[in-house]
């Protein structure tokens, strides 16, 4: 398989259940800490979150890389800034693609471009009126060394939010295939101090 995946496989893994929903700890090299959750049903992820480190002690942050932030953690700043009229991105994973959602956009659908950046393996958004700039970095296929392809991408643009969709490759479907039948043969604890064993 991956190096990815043959670190996630090898990484410390403390989980729990709650309901349909399976929340996986993983302690990973270099002392960073991933946690995703998994819709047990659909097999997909529906959140997943990094603690950053701190440059001088104490605890660190958390980055939500998919999923909704909680609003119980967010810091003002990050509250302010989604409540107002600036744009803010969340992210969604389906069975089939990667989404985007840029919230607060009011422009036309015929005003904005997606469009791959193959030097940097990025997705480039932008507007021809110049009112909004953005660079999508795709981390799912990052750590697979997966180059991004223009066919791939899809844009709709509904009540004020650009919705971005990247179709998977297969390659990315069979990592988390073979990631989520790893996940569904721990066994969760309603302890999350417990570390998940093999059922």
């Not at 989980?15 to 819709?39: D, S």
């Not at 969340?90 to 422009?107: A, C, D, G, Q, V």
Request: aromatic share 10%; proline share 5%; hydrophobic share 35%.
């Amino acid at each position: 398989m991956t190096d990815w995946f043959t670190t996630l496989k090898n990484a410390k893994k403390t989980c729990i259940q709650q309901g349909n929903l399976r929340k996986v700890h993983f302690a990973l090299p270099n002392a960073k800490e991933m946690v995703e959750e998994y819709n047990m049903d659909t097999g997909v992820v529906t959140r997943r979150a990094w603690k950053l480190k701190k440059e001088i002690g104490g605890e660190g942050d958390w980055f939500i890389e998919v999923g909704d932030p909680d609003p119980t953690v967010l810091k003002t700043d990050t509250l302010i800034k989604e409540n107002s009229t600036q744009p803010f991105i969340s992210r969604r994973i389906t069975k089939k693609h990667l989404e985007w959602r840029i919230r607060n956009l009011p422009y036309p659908v015929d005003v904005y471009s997606v469009q791959v950046d193959n030097e940097k393996n990025v997705l480039i958004v932008r507007t021809n009126n110049k009112k909004y700039y953005k660079i999508l970095n795709v981390p799912e296929l990052e750590r697979l060394n997966l180059p991004l392809q223009q066919t791939n991408v899809q844009f709709t643009h509904k009540f004020n939010t650009l919705i971005i969709t990247y179709e998977k490759p297969i390659m990315l479907m069979d990592f988390e295939k073979t990631l989520f039948e790893e996940i569904r043969s721990l066994k969760a604890r309603k302890d999350t101090e417990m570390d998940c064993k093999p059922s």
